[in-house]
């Protein structure tokens, strides 16, 4: 059999056993096992102790469990709907300003947290509620959050890119400074629909009479500026040459943890543990599947089919655009079935080669790839978001939240074709911090 026939083999049973439900690292471990058994004989498993220690041995995986306390730490307090309050009360007599208010609290969260599920919910729980409270169609009100969510995977720091860069051998701090204009050119997208639609549908709020004093709007900041200064720090430290990705990483899930004591109060037993507790679940998750995904890398390296689909590709002689159109495109539909991480670990040891022998940049294509995988948080039948906002408002059916998500869907495909047109936005800004 062919290292190309063998690719496809591995695609379909990958997919199907992740779209089954069965958890990403055994889905791959098993897949990689099962190959290596079939094709290299029962040999081949003594490599696989050495390969996923080798793998995981990296200290760039020391900020993973770090960043996910971090995020934990946040998502625990009542850090979003403050957020919430703070930007819709500055924001009050804007068209549209309580859907504008919650994308960009839903920015900041991710900033935060670096996750879209627990974005949605932080949000979406004070959030969506009010906004209905206040006139807002439903569709709208869910679909904002359920895309403002989706920030959370490309604005640093972020769990995604760091899984990228460790597929793809690339920095992980250029991938972060990289997402930051990307990030905020999709936020502008998002927040000049919400305007759009709020005006078209002449939205009328049912207290547009009420009038915010300077006290009222100034009231939360003593409680959001020290968690914005936290990520600031991070991002300093990281990018002014001050500490490595693992080092701020640790800083900030310290200076984390001592905000929300400080600031919420969160300062009992039951209360640390439960952020250890799902930090320690979440970074076990994460470091069982980056193990997973080496083995599943190392197998599609020794059948030669890593090499195959790139040589095959670079026999076609089609324009790069063509190809990179191709790509999106098995982004998309993975994206329909399967998780981020599922789909970044199993498809960058195929698609790295591919996109340097067409000339793409690494970092670029890091920031492609996370818009794609945006979208598959947003995309039926696995969409992640959607389900969040669904368990957050139990009486919005999923197709009214899948309506008011689609035009901002929309919005991610025009960010992937402005970046496709002027890449520089994503890669003007690492060269020029990190040269």
Not at 284 to 307: A, K, N
Not at 316 to 337: E, K, P, S, T, Y
Request: with cysteine; net charge neutral; hydrophobic share 55%.
């Amino acid at each position: 059999m062919s290292p190309l026939l063998i690719g496809l083999l591995i695609f379909v049973v990958t997919t199907a056993l992740l779209a089954s439900g069965l958890p990403i690292a055994f889905g791959l471990g098993a897949v990689a096992l099962t190959f290596m058994v079939i094709f290299d004989g029962w040999n081949s498993v003594n490599f696989v102790p050495e390969t996923i220690f080798a793998g995981l041995e990296d200290f760039t995986l020391v900020s993973l469990p770090m960043f996910v306390l971090m995020g934990a730490a946040v998502a625990s307090s009542k850090a979003g709907s403050d957020l919430y309050e703070a930007l819709a009360r500055w924001l009050h007599k804007v068209p549209g300003s309580l859907v504008i208010s919650n994308i960009g609290a839903c920015a900041l969260f991710a900033a935060l947290t670096g996750s879209s599920p627990a974005t949605c919910a932080a949000i979406g729980k004070m959030g969506i509620p009010e906004m209905r409270r206040r006139g807002y169609d439903a569709d709208l009100a869910t679909g904002a959050i359920a895309a403002g969510g989706t920030l959370g995977i490309l604005i640093p720091p972020s769990i995604t890119m760091i899984l990228y860069g460790i597929a793809s051998e690339t920095s992980i701090g250029r991938l972060f400074i990289a997402g930051i204009i990307p990030g905020l050119l999709l936020m502008f997208l998002f927040m000049g629909w919400a305007l759009f639609l709020s005006w078209k549908r002449g939205t009328k709020l049912i207290d547009s009479d009420r009038i915010y004093s300077l006290k009222e709007k100034f009231e939360l900041m003593p409680k959001l500026l020290p968690l914005i200064a936290v990520i600031v720090g991070v991002v300093y430290a990281l990018y002014g040459g001050i500490a490595t990705p693992s080092e701020a990483a640790g800083v900030g899930a310290m200076l984390c943890l001592l905000m929300v004591v400080v600031i919420y109060r969160l300062w009992s037993w039951r209360d640390q543990w439960a952020i250890l507790r799902d930090a320690l679940r979440e970074s076990g998750m994460l470091l069982m599947i980056i193990g997973t995904s080496i083995l599943f890398g190392y197998m599609m390296s020794s059948l030669q089919v890593t090499q195959a689909v790139a040589q095959s590709i670079a026999d076609m002689q089609v324009n790069r655009w063509i190809i990179l159109a191709a790509i999106n495109l098995l982004l998309l539909v993975a994206g329909c079935f399967l998780p981020p991480a599922a789909i970044i670990l199993m498809t960058t040891p195929i698609l790295m080669p591919v996109i340097t022998a067409a000339g793409f940049d690494p970092i670029w294509f890091g920031v492609i790839l996370t818009i794609n995988m945006e979208l598959g948080l947003i995309t039926p039948p696995v969409g992640l978001n959607l389900f969040v906002i669904n368990g957050i408002t139990p009486d919005v059916r999923l197709p009214t939240i899948l309506k008011g998500a689609l035009p901002f869907m929309a919005s991610m495909v025009v960010a992937i074709v402005i970046l496709c047109v002027f890449p520089e936005l994503a890669t003007w800004l690492p060269s020029k911090v990190m040269g």
